[in-house]
């Protein structure tokens, strides 16, 4: 069974800095897709930012310019830098990776990781 798993996470005052990482667990042929998700309090989770494989990137207008994310294809991990962190910035990140688990399949799944809190303190 493929899991994400997540580390980074914590608590930091404002306009300081994070960075979250996601790994698969176990041997994958591909992860296309990744990002990361967010769900702060009462609020619907909502994507923070998205990387295809090609490094093509896509940022909430949030988080853009604060925030970047990035990628290893032969470790399986995206990362997320958080920069210039802000009291709304607090939430639950969330990894997600479209993966495809074997070489001679072209079935795809999405799949999630647990989840790592963030809270930035004003």
Request: proline share 2%.
């Amino acid at each position: 069974q493929v899991q994400l798993v997540e580390s980074g996470g914590g608590l930091v005052q404002a306009g300081g800095s994070l960075t979250l990482s996601c790994a698969a667990s176990a041997k994958i042929f591909r992860a296309n897709t990744m990002g990361w998700y967010r769900q702060a309090p009462g609020k619907q989770r909502e994507l923070v930012a998205t990387i295809t494989r090609s490094n093509t990137t896509d940022y909430a207008d949030a988080v853009k310019g604060r925030f970047t994310i990035s990628r290893d294809n032969a470790k399986n991990t995206v990362y997320l830098q958080m920069n210039s962190l802000i009291p709304e910035d607090t939430a639950f990140y969330y990894c997600n990776a479209n993966i495809i688990r074997y070489r001679w399949s072209s079935v795809e799944n999405s799949y999630w990781g647990q989840g790592t809190q963030v809270i930035v303190s004003s």
